[in-house]
């Protein structure tokens, strides 16, 4: 070493005041040490160390000239009248022959006792000329030979200078040799305990000491002790240059490396830092008292208590000072440095040549660069690992480590989290504050923020995060004690318990806040990580763990993994299995939160603001988002469109309501719920038993919510759009709502089935899922919002007590139909007419009627189902509830022949053909309440009606002579009626026509034309078939099978026979049956009064059915034969007439 220039290890030095205790008689070189210490002459003029300044060196002169003078071989520090006072009362009478041991014991004192300045003056040149005496240098070329040669530094140092010792300080690490290295610890302790011995640091230091004030460079003006003050003086001002403070002294280069370099080297034992340790004294006696010196122990025993309440301020403030210098450079942690020496090395975390040294020295890009390595699968020594992690969970107890926080989050921290210093409390505030639960975060502070949280990775265990830690300790011993302590999994396993009963609320908070910031990153899931690193290369083209790309930020490349994992082989590239695991896990943890999607929250916080304010229980904002998609900003809405597209392919990616729905899954749904691949399986599954016992309230409002969302989209209903994209692209371009788009693919499937195409436009695959989705939406009339709309103001009105789902309230207004305004009128008509051409789309009869139609129907086709169970409708083995249900779905038909196909198809020809003026006067929305089903009993009345037409209005006409109430015409006019002459009947609600035959009975009694005429059209009926009378019909079964039993039905044929046999005195009939057919014939006498014939078929029919049929016949058999024989009187007569004309013209 030519100058001090070339030893700035020396600067480290001026801290060495080491506690180190003395070793006498353990070694020949110790010894020697100590006897060259006792008998050190000082040659005049007390040589001084470069840097010192000539009137300090003056005034050791003097103080050591009467040393001088009276020195003889064997002198001792003790014997000196100056320090006599001060060592009798401060040391041990044991060391007082033992120069190094009085020195010592007289540095290592508390501040706060009194030295007197001249022993402090004779102390100061004894070191002074201590250090470059050359017996000390001959001991040291004799203890240390070996070493000297090892060091090759060391051995080309010139001898005299002082320079060796210093060298081999500055290389203790590398010393073996045990003498050589007891020498060097000792020579560190006692030479190097004041800065101004260290050499050259004066000449780097002295502006920035008077700069910032830290004290005198005289000796004498202070203490030997304020030295350390000196040096923490500067350190406190490196520190606040680093962060940027108002104020703050630009310190020069050479002065930071020599402060630097002093921390280093003062890295091994704490007593090597003065000042830390004078106002660290009682703290480790107290905290640490049986922790050994040396290797950076004390330290970081010290570092472990900084938080305790029994710390006291002046030791933790020391402590953060010096972490805050192991921050800006790593080497000052001796322990991190020697564990990590190795590793460093290995994986090339110092030669980056694009950094500076400066920031290749930071604690930060260290962590950086081992954790990548660690996360990448390398091997790094479990030594090191330890020690990261201590410094990871000390960068997240205390923010003020990370001078980028302290910078940009100042403005933050003044105005949320003061106060709140100790066990990570104001790094958790900052995250709350940048997770925007308290107000905007500047940018810089979120981006220091984010890098805080990479650099000690608290993702990767979660005892790091302190905070954390300690609020979850009790959750995770009750819900995740199945997990290895320190294992990465503990936080997944905490997010799938956020919200429910085994979270505390203090807990929640903390890994909510913690959770924002590794959502963020994908790096900072270090499972995540590990199973997609390779998927993230070949997709999404990223980079190592702790390296960035503009074009592939961290925050996108989540988003590109979980675009990729739901592809499809022909869609191209996609994840590996156990990727695309992790990127469903992230998928269910982020939708706990709106907040840990990053993407969402960034376009969507207006709309957030906007919509969503008052949304504050867990899920809800999402939820919120999606109710409001089209009122959404396009970006935001994109974000959200997409997010509830995925779900609708993976539903368990809602992680609260997978957890409510959990009973009716285990009991229904459990089988796809297994599946790693869901495809949309489990909400139909949900959807499908919405209505079971086990589904509770929020599971049933969630699968509610979701069907309500996807109506806004077709591709929102994954399975739909999987099955019919290609038949929306060619049949529904340009529609995008789903039930628009339903409409348009069941409109075109019906129009094909009703011209017979040949071939359907509609693939198969389509119209499969086409069917589901139509009866998905026959559930809940939300679910088709134009019929919602049209009928909200009716809901609220009639059916306000009503509960949505299970299709009642459609239900609802079909039985308060009369009453509804003309709107909605019109669409429950268009919905009716739709499901009575396709029953299965009428959820409540398929819901009702489920287990009869298993029972009766199973053979029948799905738009014959209905018909099915109106031909069964009578068995014994009929439900009750069913058979109700039936009976409102044929006076639903009866009002109008458009609800009833079969007839229509039936009558296709003779509807038009009689009953043209109902037509006429019929709209296309609204029921004709039956105007044309009457028009057609009356033909069936003259027999008029085609074969097919005149079946299904028998069958029409036998079921309403049932039930009154299927006979629309008769309720309209004849209701006060009813009500008045045949009330016992009609609260009987018996369906054998005890109500028809009341009013037969009193049709005297009738007052009101209208109901009059339909009374008469009733007996004029039942003389066609004596079924449309079932009362007569009953009463003469019997009679009927002995007598009528080989005439065929219909056409009156059998009522015919029945009254010849009542005329037939030789016909005994039943007395009951006789008694009707005598009631009847009074009845159609009164009929024939009261309501003549209208046309020639009426007077027939009123002949046929007369009691005096047979004269009538006889009467109107001798009119026509009088008539033959006129006419074949007057045609003889002209056709003589008319030959004699032809005779005339012959001529």
């Given at each position: 070493?030519?100058?001090?220039?070339?030893?700035?290890?020396?600067?480290l030095?001026?801290?060495?005041?080491?506690?180190?205790?003395?070793?006498?008689?353990?070694?020949?070189?110790?010894?020697?040490?100590?006897?060259?210490?006792?008998?050190?002459?000082?040659?005049?003029?007390?040589?001084?160390?470069?840097?010192?300044?000539?009137?300090?060196?003056?005034?050791?002169?003097?103080?050591?000239?009467?040393?001088?003078?009276?020195?003889?071989?064997?002198?001792?520090?003790?014997?000196?009248?100056?320090?006599?006072?001060?060592?009798?009362?401060?040391?041990?009478?044991?060391?007082?022959?033992?120069?190094?041991?009085?020195?010592?014991?007289?540095q290592?004192?508390?501040?706060?006792?009194?030295?007197?300045?001249?022993?402090?003056?004779?102390?100061?040149?004894?070191?002074?000329?201590?250090?470059?005496?050359?017996?000390?240098?001959?001991?040291?070329?004799?203890?240390c030979k070996?070493?000297?040669?090892?060091?090759?530094?060391?051995?080309?140092?010139?001898?005299?200078?002082?320079?060796?010792?210093?060298?081999?300080?500055?290389h203790?690490?590398?010393?073996?040799?045990?003498?050589?290295?007891?020498?060097?610890?000792?020579?560190?302790?006692?030479?190097?305990?004041?800065?101004?011995?260290?050499?050259?640091?004066?000449?780097?230091?002295?502006?920035?000491?008077?700069?910032?004030?830290?004290?005198?460079?005289?000796?004498?003006?202070?203490?030997?002790?304020?030295?350390?003050?000196?040096?923490?003086?500067?350190e406190?001002?490196?520190?606040?240059?680093?962060?940027?403070?108002?104020?703050?002294?630009?310190?020069?280069?050479?002065?930071?490396?020599?402060?630097?370099?002093?921390?280093?080297?003062?890295?091994?034992?704490?007593?090597?830092?003065?000042?830390?340790?004078?106002?660290?004294?009682?703290?480790?006696?107290?905290?640490?008292?049986?922790?050994?010196?040396?290797?950076?122990?004390?330290?970081?025993?010290?570092?472990?208590?900084?938080?305790?309440?029994?710390?006291?301020?002046?030791?933790?403030?020391?402590?953060?000072?010096?972490?805050?210098?192991?921050?800006?450079?790593?080497?000052?942690?001796?322990?991190?440095?020697?564990?990590?020496?190795?590793?460093?090395?290995?994986?090339?975390?110092?030669?980056?040549?694009?950094?500076?040294?400066?920031?290749?020295?930071?604690?930060?890009?260290?962590?950086?660069?081992?954790?990548?390595?660690?996360?990448?699968?390398?091997?790094?020594?479990?030594?090191?690992?330890?020690?990261?992690?201590?410094?990871?969970?000390?960068?997240?107890?205390?923010?003020?480590?990370?001078?980028?926080?302290?910078?940009?989050?100042?403005?933050?921290?003044?105005?949320?989290?003061?106060?709140?210093?100790?066990?990570?409390?104001?790094?958790?505030?900052?995250?709350?504050?940048?997770?925007?639960?308290?107000?905007?975060v500047?940018?810089?502070?979120?981006?220091?923020?984010?890098a805080?949280?990479?650099?000690?990775?608290?993702?990767?265990?979660?005892?790091?995060?302190?905070?954390?830690?300690?609020?979850?300790?009790s959750?995770i011993?009750?819900?995740?004690?199945?997990?290895?302590?320190?294992?990465?999994m503990?936080?997944?396993?905490?997010?799938?318990?956020?919200?429910?009963?085994?979270?505390?609320?203090?807990?929640?908070h903390?890994?909510?806040?913690?959770?924002?910031?590794?959502?963020?990153?994908?790096?900072?899931?270090?499972?995540?990580?590990?199973?997609?690193?390779?998927?993230?290369?070949?997709?999404?083209?990223?980079?190592?763990?702790?390296?960035?790309?503009?074009?592939?930020?961290?925050?996108?490349?989540?988003?590109?993994?979980?675009?990729?994992?739901?592809?499809?082989?022909?869609?191209?590239?996609?994840?590996?299995?156990?990727?695309?695991?992790?990127?469903?896990?992230?998928?269910?943890?982020?939708?706990?939160?709106?907040?840990?999607?990053?993407?969402?929250?960034?376009?969507?916080?207006?709309?957030?603001?906007?919509?969503?304010?008052?949304?504050?229980?867990?899920?809800?904002?999402?939820?919120?988002?999606?109710?409001?998609?089209?009122?959404?900003?396009?970006?935001?809405?994109?974000?959200?469109?997409?997010?509830?597209?995925?779900?609708?392919?993976?539903?368990?990616?809602?992680?609260?309501?997978?957890?409510?729905?959990?009973?009716?899954?285990?009991?229904?749904?459990?089988?796809?719920?297994?599946?790693?691949?869901?495809?949309?399986?489990?909400?139909?599954?949900?959807?499908?038993?919405?209505?079971?016992?086990?589904?509770?309230?929020?599971?049933?409002?969630?699968?509610?919510?979701f069907?309500?969302?996807?109506?806004?989209?077709?591709?929102?209903?994954?399975?739909?759009?999987?099955?019919c994209?290609?038949?929306?692209?060619?049949?529904?371009?340009?529609?995008?709502?789903?039930?628009?788009?339903?409409?348009?693919?069941?409109?075109?499937?019906?129009?094909?089935?009703?011209?017979?195409?040949?071939?359907?436009?509609?693939?198969?695959?389509?119209?499969?899922?086409?069917?589901?989705?139509?009866?998905?939406?026959?559930?809940?009339?939300?679910?088709?919002?134009?019929?919602y709309?049209?009928?909200?103001?009716?809901?609220?009105?009639?059916?306000?007590?009503?509960?949505?789902?299970?299709?009642?309230?459609?239900?609802?207004?079909?039985?308060?139909?009369?009453?509804?305004?003309?709107?909605?009128?019109?669409?429950?008509?268009?919905?009716?007419?739709?499901?009575?051409?396709?029953?299965?789309?009428?959820?409540?009869?398929?819901?009702?009627?489920?287990?009869?139609?298993?029972?009766?129907?199973?053979?029948?086709?799905?738009k014959?189902?209905?018909?099915?169970?109106?031909?069964?409708?009578?068995?014994?083995?009929?439900?009750?509830?069913?058979?109700?249900?039936?009976?409102?779905?044929?006076?639903t038909?009866?009002?109008?022949?458009?609800?009833?196909?079969?007839?229509?198809?039936?009558?296709?020809?003779?509807?038009?053909?009689?009953?043209?003026?109902?037509?006429?006067?019929?709209?296309?929305?609204?029921?004709?309440e039956?105007?044309?089903?009457?028009?057609?009993?009356?033909?069936?009345?003259?027999?008029?009606?085609?074969?097919?037409?005149?079946?299904?209005?028998?069958?029409?006409?036998?079921?309403?002579?049932?039930?009154?109430?299927?006979?629309p015409?008769?309720?309209?006019?004849?209701?006060?009626?009813?009500?008045?002459?045949?009330?016992?009947?009609?609260?009987?609600?018996?369906?054998t026509?005890?109500v028809?035959?009341?009013?037969?009975?009193?049709?005297l009694?009738?007052?009101?034309?209208?109901?009059?005429?339909?009374?008469?059209?009733?007996l004029?009926?039942?003389?066609?078939?004596?079924?449309?009378?079932?009362?007569?019909?009953?009463?003469?079964?019997?009679?009927?099978?002995?007598?009528?039993?080989?005439?065929?039905?219909?056409?009156?044929?059998q009522?015919?026979?029945?009254?010849?046999?009542?005329q037939?005195?030789?016909?005994?009939?039943?007395?009951?049956?006789?008694?009707?057919?005598?009631?009847?014939?009074?009845?159609?006498?009164?009929?024939?009064?009261?309501?003549?014939?209208?046309?020639?078929?009426?007077?027939?029919?009123?002949v046929?059915?007369?009691?005096?049929?047979?004269?009538?016949?006889?009467?109107?058999?001798?009119?026509?034969?009088?008539?033959?024989?006129?006419?074949?009187?007057?045609?003889?007569?002209?056709?003589?007439?008319?030959?004699?004309?032809?005779?005339?013209?012959?001529?």
């Amino acid at each position: 070493m030519a100058d001090c220039i070339r030893v700035p290890l020396l600067l480290l030095l001026m801290y060495i005041l080491s506690f180190v205790h003395p070793i006498r008689g353990e070694n020949n070189g110790i010894a020697r040490l100590a006897a060259n210490a006792d008998n050190l002459q000082n040659p005049p003029g007390g040589l001084v160390l470069a840097g010192v300044n000539p009137a300090a060196a003056e005034r050791n002169q003097g103080a050591g000239a009467s040393l001088t003078r009276r020195r003889s071989t064997g002198w001792k520090l003790a014997e000196e009248a100056v320090c006599r006072e001060d060592l009798t009362r401060l040391c041990p009478k044991h060391s007082w022959n033992n120069n190094l041991a009085v020195l010592e014991c007289l540095q290592d004192k508390k501040e706060e006792t009194e030295i007197a300045a001249e022993c402090n003056h004779l102390l100061w040149n004894y070191k002074l000329n201590l250090t470059t005496d050359p017996k000390f240098e001959s001991v040291a070329v004799e203890v240390c030979k070996t070493t000297i040669s090892e060091i090759k530094e060391c051995a080309a140092e010139e001898l005299g200078k002082g320079y060796l010792v210093s060298c081999l300080v500055d290389h203790r690490s590398n010393i073996t040799d045990y003498q050589c290295n007891q020498y060097i610890t000792k020579m560190t302790s006692i030479i190097f305990g004041d800065f101004r011995l260290i050499c050259g640091f004066m000449d780097k230091c002295h502006d920035d000491i008077d700069a910032l004030r830290c004290g005198s460079i005289s000796t004498g003006e202070k203490d030997i002790h304020s030295q350390g003050e000196v040096i923490a003086c500067l350190e406190k001002g490196l520190v606040r240059e680093a962060e940027e403070q108002p104020g703050a002294h630009h310190i020069k280069d050479g002065c930071k490396k020599a402060i630097m370099r002093v921390a280093e080297l003062s890295s091994d034992d704490f007593h090597l830092d003065r000042y830390l340790y004078f106002a660290c004294r009682d703290d480790r006696e107290r905290f640490c008292e049986n922790t050994l010196a040396g290797e950076g122990r004390v330290y970081k025993c010290l570092f472990n208590h900084k938080f305790e309440e029994a710390m006291s301020e002046r030791c933790r403030d020391a402590l953060t000072t010096r972490q805050k210098l192991i921050a800006q450079d790593y080497k000052v942690s001796y322990s991190l440095a020697k564990a990590c020496k190795s590793d460093l090395r290995k994986y090339r975390c110092s030669v980056d040549s694009s950094m500076p040294r400066a920031r290749e020295a930071r604690l930060s890009y260290l962590l950086l660069c081992l954790e990548s390595a660690v996360h990448r699968g390398r091997l790094v020594s479990g030594e090191c690992q330890g020690e990261m992690m201590d410094y990871r969970r000390m960068l997240m107890e205390d923010f003020s480590m990370s001078p980028e926080i302290v910078l940009h989050c100042r403005t933050e921290i003044e105005s949320h989290c003061s106060g709140l210093h100790r066990k990570g409390r104001t790094l958790h505030c900052l995250m709350r504050v940048g997770r925007g639960d308290m107000g905007a975060v500047e940018p810089n502070c979120q981006k220091a923020l984010q890098a805080l949280i990479q650099e000690a990775d608290p993702g990767a265990d979660y005892r790091i995060d302190r905070a954390l830690n300690e609020a979850c300790e009790s959750v995770i011993q009750t819900a995740c004690k199945h997990i290895r302590s320190g294992d990465p999994m503990i936080l997944s396993c905490l997010m799938e318990h956020l919200y429910t009963e085994k979270m505390v609320e203090d807990c929640e908070h903390r890994l909510l806040e913690l959770q924002y910031f590794i959502a963020r990153d994908w790096k900072l899931d270090p499972i995540l990580y590990k199973k997609c690193q390779g998927d993230a290369a070949r997709i999404c083209h990223t980079h190592g763990w702790n390296e960035t790309s503009e074009m592939m930020p961290p925050g996108a490349v989540f988003s590109c993994l979980y675009r990729h994992a739901y592809r499809s082989v022909e869609q191209g590239r996609r994840l590996s299995r156990d990727c695309k695991v992790e990127v469903q896990r992230i998928l269910h943890q982020r939708a706990l939160d709106v907040k840990l999607d990053p993407e969402l929250q960034r376009r969507c916080m207006t709309d957030l603001g906007k919509w969503c304010s008052e949304k504050t229980e867990a899920g809800q904002e999402l939820e919120c988002l999606q109710d409001h998609l089209e009122d959404l900003v396009s970006d935001c809405r994109d974000v959200v469109g997409n997010l509830t597209e995925l779900e609708s392919e993976d539903i368990q990616i809602e992680a609260l309501l997978m957890r409510a729905c959990e009973p009716v899954i285990q009991g229904y749904c459990h089988e796809v719920a297994d599946n790693q691949i869901d495809t949309g399986d489990l909400m139909e599954c949900l959807v499908q038993n919405k209505h079971q016992k086990e589904m509770n309230e929020k599971c049933a409002v969630g699968v509610t919510h979701f069907q309500l969302i996807q109506i806004k989209d077709f591709r929102f209903s994954y399975k739909f759009k999987t099955a019919c994209k290609e038949d929306v692209l060619k049949l529904c371009p340009n529609i995008k709502k789903k039930v628009d788009v339903v409409i348009c693919l069941s409109t075109t499937v019906r129009n094909d089935t009703l011209q017979d195409a040949k071939e359907q436009r509609v693939s198969v695959k389509c119209r499969k899922q086409l069917r589901v989705e139509e009866v998905e939406m026959s559930e809940d009339i939300r679910l088709e919002p134009e019929l919602y709309d049209s009928c909200k103001q009716d809901i609220n009105r009639l059916c306000q007590n009503v509960a949505f789902g299970n299709a009642q309230v459609i239900e609802c207004l079909k039985e308060n139909k009369r009453q509804l305004t003309q709107r909605c009128h019109q669409r429950i008509f268009k919905l009716q007419e739709v499901e009575m051409a396709d029953p299965e789309l009428d959820y409540q009869l398929m819901r009702v009627c489920k287990h009869m139609i298993r029972r009766f129907c199973t053979e029948s086709e799905g738009k014959n189902v209905l018909q099915c169970l109106k031909q069964n409708k009578n068995s014994e083995l009929m439900d009750p509830k069913c058979k109700q249900m039936i009976t409102k779905r044929q006076i639903t038909q009866n009002t109008d022949y458009r609800l009833n196909p079969v007839l229509r198809k039936a009558c296709k020809a003779d509807i038009p053909k009689f009953c043209q003026p109902v037509l006429n006067k019929a709209t296309a929305d609204t029921e004709l309440e039956g105007q044309v089903i009457s028009c057609l009993k009356l033909k069936y009345a003259d027999q008029r009606l085609s074969p097919d037409c005149e079946d299904q209005i028998r069958v029409i006409l036998q079921e309403s002579a049932l039930d009154y109430r299927l006979d629309p015409q008769l309720q309209i006019h004849c209701t006060q009626e009813i009500s008045s002459l045949c009330p016992e009947e009609a609260a009987a609600q018996e369906q054998t026509g005890q109500v028809e035959e009341c009013l037969k009975v009193n049709l005297l009694k009738i007052k009101q034309e209208g109901c009059k005429k339909e009374v008469l059209n009733m007996l004029k009926e039942s003389k066609a078939d004596i079924f449309v009378d079932p009362v007569l019909h009953t009463a003469c079964a019997l009679d009927i099978k002995h007598h009528c039993a080989a005439i065929p039905p219909g056409k009156g044929r059998q009522m015919s026979c029945l009254m010849e046999a009542l005329q037939d005195k030789r016909v005994r009939l039943q007395p009951e049956c006789k008694k009707r057919l005598q009631d009847r014939i009074e009845m159609w006498s009164y009929a024939a009064k009261v309501a003549p014939a209208d046309g020639f078929s009426d007077l027939a029919m009123q002949v046929m059915t007369s009691p005096s049929k047979n004269y009538i016949m006889t009467v109107i058999g001798a009119g026509v034969a009088l008539l033959f024989l006129v006419g074949m009187l007057c045609g003889r007569f002209t056709r003589r007439v008319t030959q004699e004309l032809k005779d005339r013209c012959a001529y």
